[in-house]
């Protein structure tokens, strides 16, 4: 997972992390922020094989989705944020 916080007010990203214990923490300015789980993307080719360039589409469906929050900093202030990421393969 990625976390990601991006300035409300013009969309920008500012800040991102891939904590490797579910943990993050970044210094920010005071203002609105939305910040992200985002889940990697799918894997590459596996070492070894080809991946065919043209033919049938092959569909990856991911399943981790994160969560995202709109979370107001405060000048001097921590800001406590969790993020939850779901299994959405799992029935």
């Not at 800040?15 to 939305?34: C, E, I, N």
Request: overall charge positive.
């Amino acid at each position: 997972m990625t976390v990601s916080v991006n300035r409300v007010s013009d969309g920008a990203l500012v800040a991102s992390s891939t904590p490797t214990d579910g943990r993050f923490r970044f210094r920010l300015k005071r203002g609105l922020y939305d910040v992200s789980a985002i889940s990697p993307g799918p894997p590459p080719c596996p070492p070894g094989y080809v991946c065919p360039a043209e033919g049938p589409a092959v569909v990856v469906m991911l399943c981790e989705v994160g969560e995202t929050q709109r979370v107001r900093v405060k000048r001097h202030r921590f800001t406590r944020v969790e993020l939850y990421v779901r299994n959405v393969c799992i029935a």
